[in-house]
T-cell receptor
Framework: EADIYQTPRYLVIGTGKKITLECSQT?????MYWYQQDPGMELHLIHY???????EKGDLSSESTVSRIRTEHFPLTLESARPSHTSQYLC???????????FGPGTRLTVT | QKEVEQNSGPLSVPEGAIASLNCTYS??????FFWYRQYSGKSPELIMF????GDKEDGRFTAQLNKASQYVSLLIRDSQPSDSATYLC???????????????FGSGTRLSIRP
């Protein structure tokens, strides 16, 4: 099982602020993912990375950006937060040999 | 048609009974299948995976895969109130992102175990 950490767990912030959601993992997994999920709704993939300096956009268009400078770290940034960004953001990794994904605890973001 | 379809529920099952959750997928070339459990406000937790046709048992959970009919199911025996959650089916399809396989999640089935 992967050890995946996300900070902050909860964030309430005003419109227009720049925010960075942190995701880190200790398993050395190359593949990492960001999902967005509204309460009671399905998961939407917004970004993924297959390794250092590799990032791609997912199925759901997002105004956020990501970076992957180190294997263990995959932060997500919103340059100017808006109320429409209010959601839960979930980070996940996938193991080297297996296909299963492991999720972090999530960050619940509220933009006022 | 969605690539992975699940009945959204809620599915209500009495405590101690068998809960049966179903999932169908559209890509006949799909290779790997997963069931995740997600409690309200929490992140998904992997509970089962299955790669081959047939049944796979793990404790009270049994995953069943039928590639010819393109469905995968999850049975929960001796259902407990703690099993009340949303269950997500996930499928690895062919192709997807470059040379890597793409994991596709269903929208989930909400299960409620009534005492």
């Amino acid at each position: 099982e992967a050890d995946i950490y996300q900070t902050p767990r909860y964030l309430v912030i005003g419109t227009g602020k720049k925010i960075t959601l942190e995701c880190s993992q200790t398993m050395g997994h190359d593949k990492m993912y960001w999902y967005q999920q509204d309460p009671g709704m399905e998961l939407h993939l917004i970004h993924y990375s297959y390794g250092v300096n590799s990032t791609e956009k997912g199925d759901l268009s997002s105004e956020s950006t990501v970076s992957r400078i180190r294997t263990e770290h995959f932060p997500l940034t919103l340059e100017s937060a808006r109320p429409s960004h209010t959601s839960q953001y979930l980070c996940a990794t996938r193991g080297q040999l297996g296909y299963e994904q492991y999720f972090g605890p999530g960050t619940r973001l509220t933009v006022t | 048609q969605k690539e992975v379809e699940q009945n959204s529920g809620p599915l209500s099952v009495p405590e101690g009974a068998i809960a049966s959750l179903n999932c169908t997928y559209s890509d006949r070339g799909s290779q790997s299948f997963f069931w995740y459990r997600q409690y309200s406000g929490k992140s998904p937790e992997l509970i089962m995976f299955i790669y081959s046709n047939g049944d796979k048992e793990d404790g009270r959970f049994t995953a069943q895969l039928n590639k010819a009919s393109q469905y995968v199911s999850l049975l929960i025996r001796d259902s407990q109130p703690s099993d009340s959650a949303t269950y997500l089916c996930a499928v690895i399809s062919r192709g997807g992102y470059s040379s890597a396989s793409k994991i596709i999640f269903g929208s989930g089935t909400r299960l409620s175990i009534r005492p």
